[in-house]
């Protein structure tokens, strides 16, 4: 499959110019045509956005080759973490003027989000330059910010151009390639609850978008080792699909076919490590560890039911293709080895989270959103809490 020419035929279904995507370059040395672009299109005043270490992976190089542009560099918090929290969004909106033609997100998904906002907001277009290939919403609507210590999900902006620089993402930790990965995996589980909503709920859904989403997640799982290795090809179909990923749900204008009920364990997580002020964990590390949960779970679940005692009519009536879908689900433990393999946690335990708070999670963390996935209708069947599945 041709996944470009798939991204344009689905703007095309959906009734977007596929001009209106984002200009994407994926190459070594990437780094080096952006004062070209910024150049062709007019942008003059132009801030750079960084935290501590994405200065030194590319925002030095970027000022030193931009003449006068502005760098402002984040502040972390009291962990050490720069968090897309309203202290951020405003440290970003007080380094910008009326003047500023152009804002480069230079980071992973966090200063993406603060960015995004921001440049939303300021009607200022934003070019997306990736340090680590590790989430999938660099090309995506979607900012998910920190208000008053809850999390709150945004459709904002996305950006004109990507800039992913093969030779700054290599160089980035091998666990936030891992993390990468692991948002990647999530797509196991995401596909299948879309599907099954389309089934339960008669949710809208796209088969062209699915199809799209399918192969980004079989390349990368096909490529897991080379991922683990780090060099440009494992980085390069890693950072293809996560652009990939984001190009689909900034067409559909929603998140549909990337998150499901592992993302909503994932959120619930870290909802519940903000309350306690501790240290964020990365997004795709936790949506990793999560994927092998659900898929845990809803083998579990779904070997438990006989059909005729199904007491939710329609998923009674569709149960031959929902038990399909959940049957074609890789094992939890194959989902851990290629976890394993990309260099990233499999475990919650190996990730940081609590027994206590898994269970947790697994009765409550269906809620987090209005959206129906296998871990919402297990819930609502549930005859007493749902156990962490073994
Ligand atoms: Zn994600």
Redesign the pocket.
């Known amino acids: 499959m041709d996944t470009m020419k798939e991204i344009n035929k689905l703007a095309q279904e959906i009734g977007d110019e596929p001009e209106s995507l984002p200009e994407v370059t994926i190459e070594r040395g990437a780094l080096n045509s952006i004062s070209g672009y910024l150049g062709s299109r007019g942008f003059k005043n132009i801030v750079i956005v960084v935290d501590k270490n994405t200065k030194a992976a590319a925002g030095n190089k970027l000022k030193a080759d931009l003449g006068g542009a502005t760098m402002v560099e984040l502040e972390p918090d009291s962990n050490g973490q720069v968090i897309a929290d309203e202290q951020s969004i405003v440290q970003l909106f007080a380094g910008t003027s009326k003047k500023t033609d152009v804002l480069l997100a230079v980071g992973s998904g966090t200063i993406h989000d603060i960015v995004r906002f921001v440049s939303f907001k300021m009607n200022i277009p934003f070019i997306s330059v990736p340090t680590a290939a590790s989430?999938?919403?660099f090309t995506s609507k979607g900012a998910p910010l920190i208000f008053r210590g809850e999390k709150k999900t945004i459709q904002t902006a996305a950006p004109v151009a990507v800039f992913a620089d093969l030779d700054v993402l290599m160089g980035a930790p091998r666990e936030l390639t891992a993390s990468g990965f692991g948002?990647i995996l999530?797509k196991y589980t995401s596909l299948t609850d879309w599907k099954i909503s389309q089934l339960i709920a008669d949710e809208p859904y796209s088969e062209r978008a699915a199809a799209i989403t399918r192969q980004s997640l079989e390349a990368c799982v096909a490529n897991v080792d080379v991922i683990g290795e780090g060099g440009e090809k494992g980085i390069k179909v890693l950072i293809q699909a996560l652009i990939e990923s984001g190009l689909v749900m900034l067409l559909l204008d929603h998140s549909r076919p990337?998150?499901g009920g592992e993302?909503h364990l994932?959120h619930y997580w870290e909802m519940a490590l903000l309350k306690e002020n501790a240290r964020q964990l990365l997004?795709?590390a936790k949506?990793g560890v999560s994927t092998a949960i659900i898929t845990g779970l809803y083998k579990n679940r779904a070997s438990q039911y006989v059909k005729e005692d199904i007491k939710i009519d329609k998923l009674r009536e569709n149960w031959e293709e929902v038990s399909g879908l959940i049957a074609s689900l890789p094992n939890p433990e194959k989902i851990r080895d290629l976890l394993a393999r990309s260099g990233g946690p499999g475990t919650p335990d190996e990730l940081g989270i609590s027994t206590h708070l898994l269970q947790e999670s697994l009765n409550e963390a269906y809620q987090i959103r209005d959206r129906c996935t296998g871990l919402y209708l297990f819930n609502q069947l549930k005859t007493e809490e749902i156990a962490i599945p073994v």
Do not use: E, I, K
């Open positions: 989430v999938d919403g948002d999530g990337a998150s993302h994932s997004h795709g949506v």
